[in-house]
């Protein structure tokens, strides 16, 4: 099998050192990710500046390219130029992996996120995807090894499945702050759509000027469905949601015909 694996946090974060330790094994991987932080960055793409590319190495000693560019860049270039200098002009990646984020990405938040938004473009492609996250308690007390070995057993059960070339599997491991606790359940679940509750705080600066600081948890919401990936998540489970691009809603299109075109 041949891996593609990048992030949103940045090529020397820890989460995704720790998620290439815990893919060893399952093939070839080739590390395409941002030379910064690009979080929250949603699916946003670099058009007006050069992609700058360099060799770097991550935490884990293992092999990478840093891109001055988003998530989304990361994986274009990489399908569309990169792949092809490492493996060979007509080959792709079976599956592109993106993370291990630090920080959940579940509800709403998957519309924000620059880890989704990689395995996204790579859908865009027909590469099969999954973004792999995780729930953020004490981030002192993280620990990524565990982390990394629970997400290893979700992505192997993944593809031991066909895998569609245009979804993305959103991947979400809860709170690790025990090295020797269980493993837990997989919950194949679809996400909460309600709006969060962070908000601003309005600050003055030294000079008189109004500023305001974006305030919250990220992972509060105005409300948590019943079923939904944040109430699994937050009762420890690990959390598997099927995504797809297409934001058509489909239960209107008729109405909206009757009205338009009638």
Same mark, same amino acid.
């Given at each position: ?17 720790a ?33 700058? *590319? ?7 000693? #293992?092999?990478?390219? $840093?891109?001055? /560019?988003? %998530? =989304?860049?990361? &994986? ?11 493996f ?21 938040? *998957? ?7 990689? #395995?996204?473009?790579? $859908?865009?492609? /027909?590469? %099969? =995807?999954?973004? &792999? ?8 007390r ?45 919950r194949?679940v679809?996400?909460?759509t309600a ?55 489909p ?12």
């Amino acid at each position: 099998m041949r891996i593609l694996l990048t992030n949103d946090d940045g090529i020397d974060a820890p989460g995704i050192s720790a998620l290439r330790t815990g893919l060893e094994g399952m093939g070839e991987i080739l590390v395409v990710a941002p030379a910064s932080v690009q979080s929250a960055k949603s699916h946003g793409i670099t058009f007006h500046h050069p992609l700058l *590319v360099r060799e770097a190495k991550l935490a884990c000693g #293992a092999a990478g390219l $840093a891109v001055e /560019g988003t %998530p =989304a860049d990361c &994986v274009k270039l990489a399908l569309r130029a990169l792949w092809a200098d490492r493996f060979g002009a007509g080959t792709r990646p079976d599956v592109v992996i993106s993370g291990m984020n630090c920080g959940a990405n579940v509800g709403i938040n *998957v519309i924000y996120s620059g880890t989704v938004a990689a #395995a996204i473009e790579a $859908a865009f492609l /027909g590469v %099969p =995807a999954i973004a &792999v996250s995780l729930h953020i308690g004490d981030p002192r007390r993280i620990a990524w090894s565990r982390a990394a070995r629970i997400a290893r057993g979700v992505v192997d059960r993944l593809v031991q499945h066909p895998l569609d070339a245009h979804r993305v599997m959103n991947v979400n491991i809860p709170r690790t702050e025990r090295d020797d606790a269980p493993d837990p359940q997989v919950r194949v679940v679809p996400m909460n759509t309600a709006a969060g509750r962070d908000g601003y705080e309005r600050r003055v600066a030294p000079d008189g000027r109004t500023y305001y600081w974006p305030c919250g948890s990220g992972m509060e919401f105005v409300h948590t469905a019943e079923g939904s990936d944040v109430e699994a998540l937050n009762m420890r489970h690990a959390t598997v949601t099927p995504l797809f691009h297409d934001l058509t809603d489909p239960s209107t299109i008729d109405a909206w015909r009757a009205r338009l075109e009638g």
